[in-house]
C-alpha cells in the first residue's frame, strides 16, 4: 500500500516566511510536502489557488473540492458557496491564514477531509468524524432511503439493529426521521462504539439508541441476547474482496480502519454471519438491507440457498450508478420464494 502512495518530495519553502511574489513563484508547478504560510495578506480566494496547486501537484484527490470544503469550514461555513463574496475577497486574518495551511497540510498528506475538518453531512445529520472510523459513502444514503421507506410504512413502534455502525450515520439518520423508531446500533470497534455514542448525544437521539461493542463474526451468543424481534436489519458490511484493499488510495490505506473494509476473500465474512444470525433476530415478515459489492447479490443467493432457512433474497437494488448495491432480504417461514433480482 505504501509503495503506491505519493513518494517524499523535497520540502517547498520550509521554514521561512516569504513574500507573496516569492512565495507563488516558487510554488507554480513544483511538487511539494509543505508549505509556509506566506508573510503577506492573502485572500480566501488565494488560498484555494495556492493549495489547489500544491494538491494537484502532489497527486492528492479532488484537489478543487478538499481545499474549498477546508477553507469554508474555517470560515464558519459548509460549502464554499455558503460563503459570502465579499468575505472570499477579503483579507484573511492570521489566524485564518495559520489555520488553513494547517488544515491543508493534513490533506497533503493524504488525509481525507472529512478527518481534517473532523466532521460530514450524511443527509440530513452532521456526524463528528475522526480516524480510523469508517467514513459513510453517498450509496449508503441511498440505503438509508430505502429502509426509511419500509419502516414509515410499519405500524406501531418499529426497532433496528446496524451492523457496522462506525460513526453512526445509518442509525442516527433513521432515528432523525422517524420518531417513534428505536436502534441498536454494534460494532467490532471500539472506537467507533465511542464515536456513534458522542454523535448520538450531539444530535439528542442517545435515548432511542443503544450502542454496544460486540463483534458478530466472533460473538454470535452475546448478538442474540441484545437483539430480538427487531423489524429490520440493516449493515452496509466489510464487503471489499481481500484482494481489491492494494487498489485502493492512499487516503483510505493510510486512515480508515481495515478491518470496516475487508471482507475477506470472497467478500462475504461478515454477511454470512450477519444472514445466519438474521432469522433468528427478526420479526416475522422483518427484512435484512445490505450494501454490497456488485459482485455479491448472484454470491448471496447461492450461499443461502444452501445455507439459511426462512430467509430469501427478495430484492436487489441498483445505487445511483446503475451497480447491484442493495440486498433486501426478508424473513419467510413460507415456501414462497419468489426472486426479484432488478
Known amino acids: 500500500m505504501w509503495r503506491k502512495s505519493v513518494s517524499r518530495r523535497y520540502i517547498c519553502l520550509m521554514g521561512r516566511s516569504v513574500g507573496l511574489e516569492e512565495f507563488w513563484g516558487s510554488c507554480a508547478g513544483?511538487?511539494?510536502?509543505?508549505?509556509?504560510?506566506?508573510?503577506?495578506?492573502?485572500?480566501?480566494?488565494?488560498?484555494?489557488?495556492?493549495?489547489?496547486?500544491?494538491f494537484e501537484a502532489n497527486g492528492v484527490t479532488e484537489p478543487d473540492l478538499s481545499c474549498q470544503y477546508i477553507i469554508a469550514h474555517v470560515l464558519g461555513a459548509k460549502t464554499i458557496e455558503g460563503v459570502k463574496r465579499e468575505r472570499l475577497s477579503a483579507f484573511l486574518t492570521e489566524e485564518e491564514t495559520q489555520r488553513i495551511w494547517k488544515l491543508c497540510e493534513k490533506r497533503l498528506s493524504r488525509m481525507p477531509v472529512q478527518y481534517v475538518i473532523e466532521e460530514w453531512d450524511f443527509r440530513d445529520v452532521t456526524?463528528?468524524?475522526?480516524?480510523?472510523?469508517?467514513?459513510?459513502?453517498?450509496?449508503?444514503?441511498?440505503?438509508?432511503?430505502?429502509?426509511?421507506?419500509?419502516?414509515?410504512?410499519?405500524?406501531?413502534?418499529?426497532?433496528?439493529?446496524?451492523?457496522?455502525?462506525?460513526?453512526?450515520?445509518?442509525?442516527?439518520?433513521?432515528?432523525?426521521?422517524?420518531?417513534?423508531?428505536?436502534?441498536?446500533?454494534?460494532?467490532?470497534?471500539?472506537?467507533?462504539?465511542?464515536?456513534?455514542?458522542?454523535?448520538a448525544l450531539r444530535l439528542g437521539l442517545q435515548d432511542r439508541l443503544k450502542v454496544f461493542h460486540v463483534d458478530v463474526t466472533k460473538d454470535a451468543e452475546t448478538v442474540l441476547k441484545l437483539c430480538s424481534n427487531v423489524s429490520a436489519l440493516v449493515s452496509n458490511p466489510p464487503y471489499l474482496f481481500s484482494e481489491d484493499l492494494s487498489s485502493l488510495e492512499p487516503e483510505i490505506l493510510r486512515f480508515e480502519d481495515h478491518a470496516a473494509l475487508d471482507g475477506g476473500n470472497d467478500g462475504m465474512k461478515v454477511i454470512h454471519k450477519i444472514l445466519t444470525l438474521a432469522p433468528q433476530i427478526l420479526s416475522d415478515d422483518g427484512c435484512v438491507y445490505l450494501e454490497v459489492d456488485p459482485r455479491h447479490p448472484q454470491l448471496i443467493l447461492q450461499w443461502m440457498e444452501a445455507n439459511v432457512e426462512w430467509l430469501r433474497l427478495a430484492e436487489t437494488r441498483h445505487d445511483i450508478s446503475s451497480r447491484p448495491r442493495f440486498c433486501i432480504l426478508r424473513k419467510d417461514k413460507s415456501n414462497d420464494h419468489k426472486l426479484h433480482l432488478g
Do not use: H, Y
Open 30 to 54: 513544483r511538487p511539494c510536502s509543505s508549505q509556509a504560510s506566506p508573510s503577506g495578506r492573502i485572500n480566501a480566494r488565494q488560498a484555494a489557488d495556492i493549495w489547489r496547486k500544491c
Open 127 to 199: 456526524l463528528k468524524m475522526r480516524p480510523p472510523v469508517f467514513i459513510p459513502r453517498p450509496e449508503t444514503e441511498e440505503l438509508v432511503e430505502l429502509v426509511l421507506t419500509d419502516l414509515q410504512r410499519k405500524p406501531g413502534s418499529p426497532t433496528c439493529l446496524e451492523v457496522g455502525c462506525g460513526s453512526g450515520a445509518i442509525s442516527l439518520s433513521l432515528l432523525k426521521n422517524l420518531p417513534q423508531l428505536r436502534a441498536i446500533a454494534l460494532d467490532q470497534s471500539g472506537q467507533a462504539v465511542e464515536l456513534t455514542r458522542e454523535n
